[in-house]
């Protein structure tokens, strides 16, 4: 029963935004969405969260939708280390559960 | 130390074989999860410690498969008679009870089963 579904794959080229969607439409009032990344061959790398209110760190910005039922992460200028698998999840508390994510590729 | 530290970081045995996979979480960090990777894979939630709470071991495959946490710090995964579909990565990750951006993750192990 996953709470997340995101594109399996997406492509952007670099020095571009790439806007990574999730829908999560049984979100209840208390989880919140948090975006982490895996570069090939290290471990998961945490983004960034948020629960109701768009958030912005350095890394990236995240934008959720008023019904909080899908959420868009923004790499705002892509490089080519981005290439990555970007996982989001929504969680409670401590259930971090992570479903397949999507594909990242950044092209020159 | 600065990060989670897992050991050891390439594990090859044999078929059969008991294997134990230790990881050392960041001090003072009172969550911690395992999970592996297979190849070309996400990643598959195994067990959870939270404090002294009794783990959620939900995760856990088969019977093959146990993990502690010894005095709220190191945890050590145990996989006995091992399998070839045991092969992957397994990760570790520790925590500050309920604040997920505090999620660090070791680098893993990556055991192959011969």
């Known amino acids: 029963d996953a709470k997340t579904t995101q594109p399996p794959s997406m492509d952007c080229a670099e020095g571009r935004a790439a806007n990574l969607p999730c829908n999560h439409s049984t979100i209840s009032g208390n989880e919140y969405v948090y975006w982490y990344r895996q570069i090939h061959s290290q471990g998961p790398q945490y983004i960034i969260h948020?629960?109701?209110n768009n958030e912005t760190n350095e890394m990236a910005s995240l934008i959720i939708t008023e019904d909080r039922k899908s959420s868009t992460l923004i790499l705002p200028h892509a490089t080519l280390r981005d290439t990555a698998v970007y996982y989001c999840?929504?969680?409670?508390?401590?259930?971090?559960?992570f479903g397949a994510g999507t594909r990242l590729t950044v092209k020159p | 130390g600065a990060g989670v530290s897992q050991s050891p970081s390439n594990k090859v045995t044999e078929k059969g074989k008991d294997v134990e996979l230790r990881c050392d979480p960041i001090s003072g960090h009172t969550a911690l999860y395992w999970y592996r990777q297979s190849l070309g894979q996400g990643l598959e939630f195994l067990i959870y410690f939270q404090g002294n709470s009794a783990p959620d071991k939900s995760g856990l495959p088969s019977d093959r498969f146990s993990a502690e946490r010894t005095g709220g710090s190191v945890s050590t995964l145990t996989i006995q008679r091992t399998q070839q579909e045991d092969s992957a990565v397994y990760l570790c990750?520790?925590?500050?009870?309920?604040?997920?951006?505090?999620?660090?993750f070791g680098s893993g192990t990556r055991l192959t089963v011969v």
């Open positions: 948020g629960l109701k």
């Open positions: 999840i929504v969680r409670a508390h401590n259930d971090m559960r």
């Open positions: 990750a520790s925590s500050l009870s309920n604040r997920g951006d505090g999620y660090t």
